[in-house]
């Protein structure tokens, strides 16, 4: 039977390199599958991963119609075996629902790899709809750690080097300001321990700390 199944973690847990793996053992045995993804860092219509490996994908935006798609693809005489969609915390509800479609009525394998939660430590709709309906859902065994050392299980956002937790949800690169003088803040994020998300306390506020440059954030 075929499965709706969703991996996930925290940045740096290795779900895109996982994506790119299942793609390649299925290949090897001959299955044709479909690559996805969505707002990925290296660009539009690329899954990529932070070990430098890159595969071209089709780009899901919020228009993308998974059920259409897939239909449209194997009405024309393509093979499709299987989808991997990697940033599905990226997508719909509606699309995640596509998705257990494609599986229950074409009886397709469909692997899902994203994010858990934001910067604000609130479930993604796509993940939250993901564990919902995912006949199995995976959690990562490669852990990402804190600068502490702890296990991170938290993904912290940074603008400027300063922590935040308001904001739009989906942001990539550098925050462009439209129309105004003032240069766009440097976007980075960072995976944190809930204790370290919970005080805003980032490496480079930690270093800071260390050297006497600010007080401890025990206020």
């Known amino acids: 039977m075929a499965e709706l199944q969703f991996f996930t973690g925290t940045m740096d847990s ?3 390199t996982l994506a790119l793996q299942t793609n390649h053992n299925r290949a090897q045995r001959g299955l044709v599958g479909r690559i996805f993804t969505s ?3 290296a660009g539009d219509a690329v899954l990529s991963s932070r070990l430098g490996l890159q595969h071209d994908a089709i780009e899901v935006d919020s228009a993308f119609h998974f059920w259409r798609y897939v239909v449209d693809e194997l009405t024309r005489g393509a093979r499709v075996d299987y989808l991997i969609c990697d ?7 509606d699309q995640v629902d596509q998705l257990a479609k494609v599986v229950d009525e074409l009886q397709l394998d469909v692997f899902a790899f994203g994010i858990l939660t934001d910067f604000r430590s609130e479930l993604f709709p796509g993940s939250a709809r993901l564990v919902e309906l995912a006949d199995r859902t995976h959690v990562l065994q490669v852990e ?11 993904n912290a956002r ?3 080097g300063v ?10 690169g550098d925050v462009e300001q439209v129309g105004s003088d003032e240069a766009a803040p440097e976007v980075s994020y960072e995976v944190l321990c809930r204790m370290h998300h919970r005080r805003r306390m980032t490496a480079a506020r930690a270093h800071a700390v260390a050297l006497g440059a600010e007080p401890l954030p025990f206020g």
Request: contains cysteine.
């Open 163 to 172: 922590m935040v937790v308001e904001g739009e949800v989906i942001v990539v």
């Open 158 to 160: 940074t603008e400027d």
């Open 39 to 41: 707002h990925d860092r």
């Open 14 to 16: 290795g779900k895109s």
């Open 144 to 154: 990402a750690l804190c600068w502490c050392g702890r296990r991170a299980t938290h």
């Open 87 to 93: 940033e599905a915390q990226f997508y719909t509800r």
